[in-house]
């Protein structure tokens, strides 16, 4: 039961999202792959009116090379537009929910306005429960050690 208050008391706001860039959908694939590049992040928020309208990440990026196109096409051409997001004061299980039934890995978060804020990710969900439930978490054999090996007994 402890489990399912802290997901639902936590809200996006305490897994502190991360920035990454927020670019213009006119901008470059290039200047994008730079811009993620500058930040270390996976992927970028494009916006319009100062409203988050799409976004893009490095999965984009290998379709797109994939495809054989060239880098200097506008975000608009490429970005997944009108993603799923998320708000500040959204519940964790909320995040957790969409990740899982949509398969994503990073969920945008905007504010009250639909302006940018930042990205929540998988990898911030986990460090969360690892932060909050370390035993659970560390004490767990490896994979390989969870089935018998032998038959024991008689």
């Known amino acids: 039961m402890f489990l399912r208050q802290l997901l639902t008391a936590t809200r996006v706001a305490q897994l502190a999202p991360k920035e990454v860039p927020v670019l ?15 930040h270390s992040h996976g992927s970028a928020m494009v916006r319009r009116d100062g409203k988050l309208i799409g976004i893009f990440t490095e999965r984009d990026l ?31 299980l909320t995040v957790i929910q969409l990740m899982d039934e949509g398969g994503y890995r990073r969920l945008p978060v905007v504010n009250a306005a639909g302006a940018p804020v930042g990205i929540v990710d998988v990898k911030s969900v986990v460090h969360f429960l690892v932060e909050h439930f370390p035993k659970a978490v560390y004490n767990q054999a490896p994979r390989a050690l969870l089935n018998a090996r032998a038959r024991e007994g008689a």
């Open 24 to 38: 213009r959908e006119e901008q470059t694939i290039a200047a994008a792959v730079r811009e993620m590049r500058a």
């Open 62 to 92: 290998m379709r797109h090379l994939a495809a054989g196109r060239t880098l200097e096409q506008p975000l608009s051409a490429v970005m997944t537009s009108s993603p799923r997001t998320v708000k500040l004061d959204d519940a964790l």
